[in-house]
T-cell receptor, first 115, second 116 residues
Framework: AQSVTQPDIHITVSEGASLELRCNYSYGATPYLFWYVQSPGQGLQLLLKYFSGDTLVQGIKGFEAEFKRSQSSFNLRKPSVHWSDAAEYFCAVGEVDEGAQKLVFGQGTRLTINP | GAVVSQHPSRVICKSGTSVKIECRSLDFQATTMFWYRQFPKQSLMLMATSNEGSKATYEQGVEKDKFLINHASLTLSTLTVTSAHPEDSSFYIC????????????FGPGTRLTVT
């Protein structure tokens, strides 16, 4: 089975500062990778995804992520965070399990923004 | 596009009763729907995968007789928590997939279940 590791449980940054959330995955072939964001008490919203092609992926809300096969990483970045970015962020990888396409999620990283 | 709704958003029920949660894909037909459970400050735990017209496939450790899943149409799946107990209190999230090779899932807003 695949696995996803988000090493940072909680990150605090100041508003306007840059952000990088780490994600490492285990997968033999080219992975399908996702970043989702969850606001308190809400469902998950897709920020961006990587399937193939350009390893630098642009997403919504000014986020981007870079796929690095050599490091098995798919880190999420934003050059300047806004207070509204405070949320829980989940990295996920797609896998096939018993014929079904599923997502394997990391543990999540909680982002706090200091004013 | 690709909007998924859940109803209700919050529900409180007494111990021993059953509660049904609906998940609808509003603007697309979902080949597959998924049900997740999320404990506070934790990640999503996949409970089961369901395809329209088929029996749901439950993850290991999930009681199929307690968490009944029905996927009656390509736009509706329901999760019924039977004989609920306080330990079933949780945040339940559904998602829907278009199928194909994208693995992409569209998530509902979640349902907060509290069993008293």
């Amino acid at each position: 089975a695949q696995s996803v590791t988000q090493p940072d449980i909680h990150i605090t940054v100041s508003e306007g500062a840059s952000l990088e959330l780490r994600c490492n995955y285990s997968y033999g072939a080219t992975p399908y990778l996702f970043w989702y964001v969850q606001s308190p008490g809400q469902g998950l919203q897709l920020l961006l995804k990587y399937f193939s092609g350009d390893t630098l992926v642009q997403g919504i809300k000014g986020f981007e992520a870079e796929f690095k096969r050599s490091q098995s990483s798919f880190n999420l970045r934003k050059p300047s965070v806004h207070w509204s970015d405070a949320a829980e962020y989940f990295c996920a990888v797609g896998e096939v399990d018993e014929g079904a396409q599923k997502l394997v999620f990391g543990q999540g990283t909680r982002l706090t923004i200091n004013p | 596009g690709a909007v998924v709704s859940q109803h209700p958003s919050r529900v409180i029920c007494k111990s021993g009763t059953s509660v049904k949660i609906e998940c609808r894909s509003l603007d697309f037909q979902a080949t597959t729907m998924f049900w997740y459970r999320q404990f506070p400050k934790q990640s999503l735990m996949l409970m089961a995968t369901s395809n329209e017209g088929s029996k749901a496939t439950y993850e290991q450790g999930v009681e199929k007789d307690k968490f009944l899943i029905n996927h009656a149409s390509l736009t509706l799946s329901t999760l019924t928590v039977t004989s609920a107990h306080p330990e079933d209190s949780s945040f339940y999230i559904c998602s829907a997939s278009l199928g194909g090779v994208s693995y992409e899932q569209y998530f509902g807003p979640g349902t907060r279940l509290t069993v008293t």
